[in-house]
């Protein structure tokens, strides 16, 4: 069972359009990351979210951190074909021990 | 700026052989990582280094080995390769284990 699910798994879109993704879990989380990677390079981070509630946005790409910190959203407008690309959230679960864990991904697909 | 630097880029190797991943990082970051990529299961995080002279086990460790002698490399040895090591294999450092991570481009394995 992953700790952090990412949905929808995959998502194809024509460019122009705007889409969401998510990044859900039962366990709260002391901060999420998110990391853009493409084909052939390792992820790039894009944004760290910390406070319930945060939104924080990068050009057309905003992110959101859940009011409980269990949860957060990425959402692009009017997307490019240049958006396509494996997008991973990481969280910090606030257990003892515990480790940074990726979320399985969104593999998204703008078609031009 | 190299950030993280990972060779080789590609390598075929037959069960049983043995071979060793190199990972360099000139950010001056205590922290690194190893971590494998499967479709379908996202990052899962091999071994780990807090700091020259200290590593530790990650959720995926078995049938690899790594040190950490010095802050900037951080090699991931595969022992005796099987064909379930194939797989795309990244490392990453980072001021801390719940800092963004900087990750290298990757190194795509096949055991045959």
């Known amino acids: 069972t992953q700790l952090l699910e990412q949905s929808p798994q995959f998502l194809s879109i024509q460019e122009g359009e705007n889409l969401t993704v998510y990044c859900n879990s039962s366990s709260v989380f002391s901060s999420l990351q998110w990391y853009r990677q493409e084909p052939g390079e390792g992820p790039v981070l894009l944004v760290t979210?910390?406070?319930?509630?945060e939104v924080k946005k990068l050009k057309r790409l905003t992110f959101q951190f859940g009011d409980a910190r269990k949860d957060s959203s990425l959402h692009i407008t009017a997307a490019q074909p240049g958006d396509t690309g494996l997008y991973l959230c990481a969280g910090d679960p606030q257990t003892s021990g515990s480790r940074l864990t990726f979320g399985e991904g969104t593999q998204l697909t703008v078609n031009p | 700026n190299a950030g993280v630097t990972q060779t080789p880029k590609f390598q075929v190797l037959k069960t049983g052989q043995s071979m060793t991943l190199q990972c360099a990082q000139d950010?001056?970051?205590?922290?690194m990582s190893w971590y494998r990529q499967d479709p379908g299961m996202g990052l899962r995080l091999i071994h780990y280094s807090v700091g020259a002279g200290i590593t530790d086990q990650g959720e995926v460790p078995n049938g690899y080995n790594v040190s950490r002698s010095t802050t900037e490399d951080f090699p991931l040895r595969l022992l005796s390769a099987a064909p379930s090591q194939t797989s795309v294999y990244f490392c990453?450092?980072?001021?801390?284990?719940?800092?963004?991570?900087?990750f290298g481009d990757g190194t795509r394995l096949s055991i045959l």
């Open positions: 979210v910390v406070t319930g509630g």
């Open positions: 950010m001056n970051h205590e922290y």
């Open positions: 990453a450092s980072s001021a801390g284990q719940f800092q963004p991570q900087h």
